[in-house]
């Protein structure tokens, strides 16, 4: 699977994947505010550290040697929570609060910094990296995101489903967190409406 691209577990024990299309709401899957109901994956820096090397930043260079200290991690999860109120409101077209997107601004400041190693010429993420260019990476992604692609922020269209992502297809008609779950759901429904 591609990095960036995540299996999740469905309320019928499926699993599913899912694309959410940017970094910053990549890391939505990890928890959230209480309101949302997901399961906190991010209980230690070490969590991150794993969580890290598999998202979309990865399909970008190599991420080795990540570090991550538990100060680092709570701004993370502060952010997350922000991050979570930001992409809802983006997606149904609400203005978004002047003090969160101040939160986004001062989280930008650090970033990593891509170069080639000098052994084989391949493109890598300098390291060590830390978990505030971690944080950094997220919301310049939030920036580019708000700034230039709100319109493509949406929330899954089915009932229940709060997974919120970034159409990145071409025609820009995406509607479902997953074909395999809530657009197969809500095919199935249509059927059977019409049988009825
Ligand atoms: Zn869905």
Redesign the pocket.
Known sequence: MQAGVRLLDSDDGRRFDFDPGSFCLELLLTGGPVQVHRTELLRGPGDIVEWVVQSRLARVAALDDVRVRPSELRELKDFRDVMWSVARGVARGDTVDREHLAHINDCASMDLNPELDPDTGARRWAAPITGDQILGAAARDAIELIGERASRVRE?V?DG?V?VFCDTSRPGNRR???MR??GNRSKVKAYRNRQD
């Open positions: 899954c089915a489903c997974l479902w967190c997953s779950r809530c």
